[in-house]
């Protein structure tokens, strides 16, 4: 007897008993559902982080750090861990030091990280964001490469920016084009004026900057008895709009990019407080002329470890989020296991399904196990046609599951979308099927399946077959 | 040139604590092309006999040969080869699969036998007319009187080219009628092929006519029509 007689016989038996096979097989199917489902879950959620990532550059990119920068210790928020930080040599980070970090191998780019809050007026409307100080150089990488509207600037000096749509709209302007149709907006968008990308770009804006106030400061005993508000005082600078950029992954983080982003040289000229970046409050006063922070990009991803051990040999401090994903991708493997845990089990009970299934079939038909072996059939060839029958109801149990997993993910993804995400945000996908995973559970299902089959298998081959043959 | 040789062959059964005797020291020969019974009582340890033969049981001591092979020194696996290429049995109840037509039913056999897919279904018809059911092969069991059903079985047996047809009690669920067409075809096969042909029955009358010899079988010993 051929394998592909024994398909046949195994169809024909699960033909003969449809309701059984039918009943059997939607339990590996609810098993697979459930696993593939919950597993597309942990991907879908891996991978979204992973794109945030890259599309915010942040396996090429790493920050070099007067101090060690230690994100456990900061969100623990104990001050006794974070004044640990503090603790240990300084490296004093200067323009000499950028300087060093270009001439490294590998790097592609590296200028100082500098970003402050600010106020952004355009007409009468006003909003706080951060400004980041960006070169020109930078350009030629994504999404600066490519505003949504407009341009990048192209001078270091220039009084240009590029400004986010959303700062934008918080300051009650709907930018649209024909490509992006104020219409296709999501969220609501009343009390916004819908204006032409056109007519924003090369408009001037003023960025308010506060600078500390020495006159406000004289008389301070007198002052800091009636205190007549904080002893600071605003300047104002005015740039010119060149390019807009639109957030395209809900993931990425307008803070992490900065609301507005003015040339480096520019930048640096706006008068403001003394700190430039949110590590500067983090590690103390840095001394003057010196940044707390260096940006550095990298050329290639798979350059980014050996290039951060050449500048870690150089003294220097190094941040890169790339490791901060090590940890969230073993967290994520966590998830994974309780995921997958709780579609095993439903898995296993489906097993059980089949196992019982097969037992009662044996049950029922140990006459005809009798009169097969008396008509010469092996013990191999009967316990081969069993075993092909739990597979024949795992493959087709595992096929359905997948299209049941699917649709279920599909379903809850549109209610998501639809119910759940917040107005204004861009649908994502919360779910994810690699072509492991649907070959992994067509395998898993199978194997699950066989493995309920073993026992029946061996135990109808095992059959006397002159008991058997006066079994009724 | 003896086909069957049974030495001394004792068959015990364990029933809970009781050691139940079905066989003890059989001995007798079964010629090539010859048509032996063995006639016996219900209980005489008859069918014991003839499923150690067949192989589907093991005796407890003695040896039984099959064509020179010792069918108690073989593997299970060998004792399926045995049942599929070198004897076909035919039983009292017919023992076809009832969901199955009887062309399917010689087809399966056909299967076991290794016989090419697109060669089966014609085997099984000739087969089938040989033992004159051509008009009845997609009937399934429950749909042919108890003549027909013996003939596919019959028809079963004879699928991958035995050289020896077992039978069990073969007219035992038949009127005389019948019985007499169904041992006609067991002659003629056994004349006109040389298929060597082992019966038992409790119907001594069928026995003396049909057969050769006949070995008489009493509380599991052989009592008369063994070899001197």
């Not at chain 1, 003969?16 to 609810?30: A, D, F, H, Y």
């Not at chain 1, 640990?84 to 950028?98: H, N, W």
């Not at chain 1, 600078?211 to 605003?234: F, I, K």
């Not at chain 2, 077992?166 to 041992?183: A, F, H, R, V, Y």
Request: aromatic letters at 6%; proline letters at 4%; a neutral charge.
């Amino acid at each position: 007897m051929t394998l592909s007689d024994m398909v046949a016989l195994a169809f024909d038996n699960l033909r003969r008993t449809k309701l059984r096979t039918s009943l059997t097989t939607l339990g590996v199917v609810i098993g697979i559902g459930a696993l593939t489902s919950m597993v597309s879950f942990g991907t879908g959620m891996q991978r979204n982080i992973t794109d945030a990532f890259k599309q915010n550059d942040l396996f090429t990119s790493m920050f070099v750090t007067s101090r060690p920068i230690d994100l456990e210790k900061i969100a623990s928020g104990e001050p006794g861990e974070m004044a640990e930080m503090f603790k240990g040599p300084v490296s004093s980070l200067t323009d000499s030091t950028v300087l060093a970090l270009r001439a490294v191998d590998g790097v592609e780019i590296a200028f100082p990280e500098i970003s402050f809050p600010v106020k952004v007026r355009i007409d009468s409307n006003v909003t706080t964001t951060t400004l980041r100080a960006l070169p020109a150089a930078m350009g030629q990488f994504k999404p600066y490469d490519h505003p949504t509207f407009g341009s990048f600037f192209t001078d270091d000096s220039a009084q240009s920016v590029v400004i986010s749509w959303d700062v934008l709209k918080d300051l009650k302007l709907l930018v649209s084009d024909r490509k992006h149709p104020a219409s296709a907006e999501p969220g609501d968008t009343s009390g916004l004026r819908a204006v032409e990308a056109d007519s924003v770009l090369g408009h001037p804006i003023q960025v308010v900057s506060v600078v500390l106030d020495p006159s406000r400061m004289a008389g301070s005993m007198l002052g800091l008895l009636r205190p007549a508000g904080p002893p600071v005082r605003e300047v104002s600078t005015t740039f010119n709009v060149v390019g807009i950029l639109k957030r395209t992954s809900p993931f990425s983080e307008d803070e992490m990019r900065g609301g507005i982003l003015a040339p480096l040289r520019s930048a640096e000229a706006i008068p403001r407080l003394g700190f430039s970046s949110v590590f500067d409050l983090l590690g103390g006063r840095v001394e003057r002329g010196a940044y707390s922070t260096i940006y550095v990009r990298v050329k290639r991803i798979g350059d980014a470890q050996i290039v951060r051990e050449r500048i870690e040999k150089m003294g220097l401090h190094v941040f890169s989020f790339a490791d901060q994903l090590k940890e969230i991708r073993r967290g994520f493997l966590v998830v994974d296991a309780i995921l997958g845990a709780i579609g095993t089990i439903a898995l296993v009970v489906a097993a059980l399904g089949i196992a019982n299934t097969m037992v009662m079939s044996i049950l029922e038909r140990t006459r005809e196990i009798g009169i097969m072996k008396a008509i010469g059939g092996s013990e191999g060839e009967i316990k081969m046609i069993f075993f092909v029958e739990a597979a024949v109801i795992g493959v087709l149990g595992a096929l359905l599951g997948l299209l049941l997993g699917w649709g279920v993910t599909r379903a809850a993804n549109l209610v998501v979308n639809m119910k759940l995400l917040p107005e204004g945000e861009q649908a994502i996908n919360l779910f994810y099927f690699p072509i492991w995973l649907i070959l992994g559970a067509i395998g898993f299902a199978i194997l699950v399946s066989l493995a309920a089959g073993l026992y029946p298998a061996f135990r109808a081959a095992r059959i006397d077959p002159v008991e058997a043959l006066r079994h009724d | 040139m003896q086909l069957v040789e049974i030495r001394d062959v004792s068959k015990f059964y364990e029933r809970g604590k009781l050691k139940v005797k079905a066989l003890e020291g059989v001995s007798f020969d079964v010629a090539q092309g010859d048509f032996v019974s063995i006639v016996g009582r219900s209980g005489s340890g008859k069918s014991t006999l003839l499923n150690l033969v067949g192989g589907l049981d093991r005796a407890t001591s003695g040896c039984i040969a099959f064509a020179g092979k010792d069918l108690t020194e073989m593997s299970r696996s060998e004792l399926a080869l045995h049942r599929r290429f070198s004897v076909g049995m035919v039983f009292q109840s017919f023992n076809l699969i009832p969901h199955r037509t009887a062309l399917e039913n010689v087809i399966l056999a056909l299967t076991f036998g290794r016989v090419p897919r697109r060669e089966r279904k014609a085997k099984a018809e000739s087969l089938l007319s040989l033992v004159g059911l051509e008009h009845r092969m997609d009937h399934k069991p429950a749909e042919l009187s108890g003549g027909e059903a013996q003939r596919v079985a019959i028809a079963r047996a004879l699928a991958n080219g035995p050289v020896a047809l077992l039978l069990d009690e073969p007219t035992g669920n038949l009127d005389s009628t019948t019985s007499q067409e169904i041992m006609g075809i067991i002659e003629r096969l056994n004349s006109e092929s040389g298929i060597t042909v082992l019966m038992v029955t409790h119907e001594q009358d069928i026995a003396r006519t049909f057969s050769d010899r006949i070995v008489h079988l009493k509380d599991g010993r052989v009592t008369e029509g063994a070899p001197a």
